[in-house]
């Protein structure tokens, strides 16, 4: 009920009736390979969900934190996963963040954002931050909902990352999430 409260609060922000499921969680963790990562950046961290899945695979060195936008999901993060940062901010400040830990780059972000009810503008500008915020060969991990493809802006931000990441693939679809979602795993 708390997510679906702060969808009615914060309708772009939140993008989401519910948290993703255990599964799209561990497909997006797996899909990164984290245990091979220095240094992962999560956006959008909503409830901790994929933080948790993160936190499980992540080597002792790396450096990881989440930005959220939404402080009462900063809060229920925070909650969930004691042992994570989590900085009440926007993804745009992905630089201003790595900065604090004496990174330029990072070689992962894995994002819960909600792309398909943003605008193809704050789409856009998101993805040139992520990928400026990327060293070469970095990946970009992302949820998608099946239904997204359906509808302008989904289509569109699929075409943004054709255009953006030198590889752009698409995992198997996690029928048991509460909207059937897959993840788009993206090279730079």
């Known amino acids: 009920m708390h997510f679906f409260t702060q969808l009615l609060k914060h309708p772009v922000a939140t993008g989401a009736i519910a948290p993703s499921s255990k599964k799209l969680s561990e497909l997006i963790a797996n899909t990164?390979?984290?245990?091979?990562?220095?240094?992962?950046?999560?956006?959008?961290?909503?409830?901790?969900?994929?933080?948790?899945?993160?936190?499980?695979?992540?080597?002792?060195?790396c450096k990881f934190f989440s930005l959220e936008i939404n402080e009462e999901f900063v809060k229920k993060t925070r909650t969930n996963n004691p042992k994570t940062i989590v900085y009440h901010a926007s993804a745009q400040d992905i630089k201003k963040y790595l900065h604090q830990y004496n990174?330029?780059?990072?070689?992962?972000?894995?994002?819960?954002?909600?792309?398909a009810v943003f605008n193809e503008k704050l789409q856009e500008e998101l993805l040139e931050e992520i990928h400026d915020s990327l060293e070469q060969k970095g990946e970009f991990l992302t949820i998608a909902h099946l239904q997204g493809?359906?509808?302008p802006p989904g289509r569109k931000f699929q075409r943004l990352l054709n255009k953006k990441f030198n590889k752009v693939q698409r995992t198997k679809?996690?029928?048991?999430?509460?909207?059937?979602?897959?993840?788009?795993?993206?090279?730079?």
């Open 173 to 188: 679809i996690i029928w048991g999430n509460i909207f059937p979602a897959f993840v788009y795993h993206c090279i730079k």
């Open 103 to 115: 990174e330029n780059n990072c070689d992962c972000i894995i994002s819960g954002l909600p792309w």
């Open 149 to 151: 493809l359906l509808f």
């Open 32 to 61: 990164a390979v984290l245990d091979t990562k220095h240094c992962v950046v999560e956006l959008g961290s909503g409830t901790g969900v994929f933080t948790k899945e993160i936190l499980k695979r992540i080597s002792s060195t």
